[in-house]
């Protein structure tokens, strides 16, 4: 994912676009399935529904706002930024992971 984030953000062709972004589209595809499914198998049923639904909403949001995000960086920044931005957070996920993978939370 974060290879194909970047290539969007090096993209200088209207077919480099296209293909890193049907890259990312795939990625993304293959971590939302999987992510769901895990969800789905983590605790009991209602620690499960409260997951998914709380993986649903943070979706959501991140639909709504974005859009706002691309917009600016694009605007500020250049047409390389919304790519370099989405990359980044990438970067930032692995970090936040890392951080946090020993750390045990109890639900509901």
């Known amino acids: 994912m ?3 984030r970047l290539g969007i953000a090096l993209s200088i062709t209207v077919p480099h676009i296209l293909i890193a ?4 589209a795939i990625g993304s595809a293959i971590v939302g399935t ?21 993986s649903e909403s943070a979706q959501s949001l991140a639909g709504v706002v974005t ?3 691309g917009g600016y960086l694009y605007e500020h920044y250049g047409s390389s ?3 370099y931005g989405s990359a980044f957070c990438c ?5 936040v992971f890392k951080a946090t993978e020993r750390v045990s ?4």
């Open 2 to 4: 974060f290879l194909a």
């Open 67 to 69: 859009p706002a995000v």
């Open 34 to 54: 999987t992510g769901s499914s895990l969800l789905s198998e983590t605790g009991s049923p209602g620690q499960s529904g409260f997951l998914m639904g709380l």
């Open 81 to 83: 930024a919304p790519g």
């Open 21 to 24: 972004d049907l890259l990312v």
């Open 91 to 95: 970067v930032l996920a692995i970090a």
């Open 105 to 108: 939370v109890k639900l509901i």
